[in-house]
């Protein structure tokens, strides 16, 4: 589905990772972890084809990216679902609005009617459809970023510290979410400094923890 070839990226003028290979099966689930500052959410960004490697190859179901037609991108693009670190909504629009934004985008906004109770109610979010961003708690907006990026049933879930900014319980409950998503047969990958979340995890499906560290990734010890 994603697969990165020998990748390099260089940043400011210095590299940030090289020789970096990763492949993204159906129905896997990864999880990535490494200090700051050693290149994660780029390593994202070039699974979902936001940035192009300096060298390498990051190949979206065996169409290298580089070189990719701008509409091709675009359609193997929502074959994926982001969960950014930030979160950001459109505040001015209520809860519904934002969770339906990408249908609208792709001009099939009258398929939200359809899928909206249901996606609210499986993160827990239909007593709050009508409210604005800046009334949810910190665990409101991660879930709603997740039905958010989950809403054009992509076949692979990426998400860039989700549990970064809420507490232990809500940290369980949208793990608990991308659990079941993962039981779907979609593939996810989450990037995370919590390693109490990876062993939760662990318990509950099959999970592989890279490390990204020194510019090189690796798989993580038994420790974890």
């Not at 993160?123 to 409210?131: F, I, P």
């Not at 949810?136 to 958010?148: F, T, V, Y």
């Not at 995890?201 to 038994?222: M, P």
Request: net charge neutral.
């Amino acid at each position: 589905m994603i697969e990165l070839r020998d990748v390099a990226y260089s940043y400011g003028g210095g590299e940030l990772f090289s020789g970096l290979s990763l492949s993204l099966a159906p129905g896997s689930f990864h999880f990535l972890t490494g200090p700051s500052g050693a290149g994660k959410t780029t390593l994202l960004k070039l699974c979902y084809g936001d940035l192009v490697p300096t060298s390498g190859e990051v190949a979206l179901w065996d169409e290298a990216t580089t070189g990719m037609a701008r509409d091709g991108l675009a359609l193997n693009r929502r074959r994926i679902g982001v969960v950014h670190q930030d979160c950001q909504f459109l505040d001015h629009l209520p809860l519904r609005d934002n969770v339906a934004l990408p249908l609208t985008v792709a001009g099939r906004h009258h398929e939200a009617e359809a899928y909206l109770p249901d996606l609210l109610a499986w993160v827990g979010l239909s007593r709050h459809a009508d409210r604005r961003p800046p009334e949810l708690s910190g665990g409101e907006r991660q879930r709603a970023a997740l039905a958010r990026a989950v809403i054009m049933s992509p076949e692979v879930i990426i998400a860039d510290e989700p549990t970064g900014n809420i507490d232990w319980d809500m940290s369980q409950r949208l793990l608990a979410l991308l659990v079941e998503l993962n039981r779907m047969g979609k593939a996810v990958l989450v990037a995370t400094h919590d390693m109490n979340l990876i062993r939760s995890a662990k318990a509950q499906v099959a999970v592989r923890t890279l490390r990204l560290k020194d510019r090189q990734l690796i798989a993580a010890g038994a420790e974890l």
